[in-house]
């Protein structure tokens, strides 16, 4: 069962446009993270997210936590060359029992900005 | 950079054979993780080791051997592997909890694996 749907997929635009991409499920997370990942390389870490409506901004990157904590989005303003690779959002569940690792991956939005 | 490296970055091995993928963290955590990065598939977490204790096994093939000497250092040992196991394999680290928290991982570049 895929608990992460991240939409869309797949995304060409230009250089200086502005976009969106979602992270949805009907699981309620104790945080969501969001990480960027370029071909031959790990998932860097951009941002984590904690409390329901929260919003933190990276430069020209706005993260957006849904209020429910089911929810996240990532708006990008202007973007660049730069921006280009595959964007993971990863839910975190607290487990009760001890059970460590409990990030919940989705698949992946996969960006390219031409210039 | 992000303080967790993995060697070798690319390995083709035969079904016969056995090798081992190697990751260590600079990072003063206490939690390694080893996950799968297939194509079309979301991240797949295979182990978990917490304060050197392994406690996430997803139901991994025993083809797959993780091994953890140290809070610093993780092993994942391979012997006859399947094609389908083709993929790229992803060290992990973040601060440990005895509680059973998940914090921010920080991940390594990742060994391409291919199995002919």
């Known amino acids: 069962t895929q608990l992460l749907e991240q939409s869309p997929q797949f995304l060409s635009i230009q250089e200086g446009e502005n976009l969106t991409v979602y992270c949805n499920s009907s699981s309620v997370f104790s945080s969501l993270q969001w990480y960027r990942q370029e071909p031959g390389e790990g998932p860097v870490l951009l941002v984590t997210v904690v409390t329901g409506g929260e919003v933190k901004k990276l430069k020209r990157l706005t993260f957006q936590f849904g209020d429910a904590r089911k929810d996240s989005s990532l708006h990008i303003t202007a973007a660049q060359p730069g921006d280009t690779g595959l964007y993971l959002c990863a839910g975190a569940r607290r487990e009760y029992g001890g059970s460590q690792g409990n990030l919940i991956f989705g698949k992946g939005t996969k960006l390219s900005v031409k210039p | ?116």
């Open chain 2, 1 to 116: 950079e992000t303080g967790v490296t993995q060697t070798p970055r690319h390995l083709v091995m035969g079904m016969t054979n056995k090798k081992s993928l190697k990751c260590e963290q600079h990072l003063g955590h206490n939690a390694m993780y080893w996950y799968k990065q297939s194509a079309k598939k979301p991240l797949e977490l295979m182990f978990v080791y917490n304060f050197k204790e392994q406690t996430e096994n997803n139901s991994v093939p025993s083809r797959f051997s993780p091994e953890c000497p140290n809070s610093s250092h993780l092993f994942l040992h391979l012997h006859t592997l399947q094609p389908e196991d083709s993929a790229l394999y992803l060290c992990a680290s973040s601060q440990g909890d005895l509680r059973g928290l998940t914090y921010e991982q920080y991940f390594g570049p990742g060994t391409r694996l291919t199995v002919t």
